[in-house]
């Protein structure tokens, strides 16, 4: 189901967050809440800052490494499969489904951190 979707083209979030994890591992640990804090109030850049922070931070909010294929892939992890969802969930004000995906993978604490990265990320992206 998934594959058909990533080959008709309609990942342009999934290949963009792939693209943004494959650069971050190369860079130091940031603070969740802290980076959350930081983001600038430039479009542009907070989209890019948001991107960055999420895919830096999002073995934080899980409790692991999340498993992310390369851009272009065609096949989808359970991970990446999971960030669409809530990403659409928060896209279509879907709060049932959002709260239901959060409270099965992400601590408490973390829910509102990562729904405002996620959502200004998603919010660039007109489909998912």
Excluded at 41 to 46: H, P, S, Y
Aim: aromatic content about 6%; charged content about 20%.
């Amino acid at each position: 189901m998934h594959d058909a979707r990533i080959q008709q083209g309609h990942a342009p979030l999934l290949d963009h967050l792939r693209h943004v994890a494959r650069d971050a591992r190369c860079k130091s640990y940031v603070d969740l809440f802290g980076a959350c804090a930081s983001l600038s109030v430039n479009r542009d850049i907070a989209m890019q800052a948001a991107s960055d922070v999420l895919m830096r931070c999002l073995s934080q909010a899980l409790g692991r490494r999340p498993i992310l294929f390369r851009a272009g892939e065609p096949e989808t992890s359970f991970d990446e499969d999971w960030l669409l969802a809530l990403a659409r969930s928060l896209q279509t004000g879907d709060t049932a489904s959002c709260t239901f995906l959060l409270h099965s993978r992400v601590p408490k604490h973390a829910h509102r951190n990562l729904v405002f990265l996620l959502g200004n990320v998603a919010d660039n992206f007109p489909r998912i």
